[in-house]
Nanobody, 128 residues
Framework: QVLLVESGGGSVQAGESLRLTCTIS???????????LGWFRQRPGRAREGLTA??????????ADSVEGRFTTSQDNAQNMHHVHLLINDLQPEDTGMYYC????????????????WGQGTQVTVSS
């Protein structure tokens, strides 16, 4: 069973940055078999939205138009530990919500839309 655990969320002021981390474990095949890994968020009163995706094998990244330039995803793989990060710059109150990472994702127009494995999420709260 693939396990994804998010960390790095918190309460910040507008204009600050946060780096979220997703630690991935439990896969029985190679890490590359997870295909696309994605970041999503769910803001209060809104539907879940896909933000960024990264292809595990090559590190190629994709972003939704709405967050490109401010949200950056990356991965690091060392000593059999795999992490996917989401750096969010210039946070605004409208970025407040629960942020999730996911693995083995399907994409539509370069945006992750659904995945087979999900983390529990990490809360980001931005005050003005």
């Amino acid at each position: 069973q693939v396990l994804l655990v998010e960390s790095g969320g918190g309460s910040v002021q507008a204009g600050e940055s946060l780096r979220l981390t997703c630690t991935i474990s439990g896969y029985t095949r190679h890490y590359f078999s997870l295909g696309f890994l994605g970041w999503f968020r769910q803001r209060p009163g809104r539907a879940r939205e896909g933000l960024t995706a990264i292809y595990a094998r090559t590190g190629v990244t994709l972003s939704a138009d709405s967050v490109e330039g401010r949200f950056t995803t990356s991965q690091d793989n060392a000593q059999n530990m795999h992490h996917v990060h989401l750096l969010i710059n210039d946070l605004q109150p409208e970025d407040t919500g629960m942020y999730y990472c996911a693995a083995d994702c399907r994409l539509d127009h370069n945006v992750p839309i659904d995945c087979d494995y999900w983390g529990q999420g990490t809360q980001v709260t931005v005050s003005s």
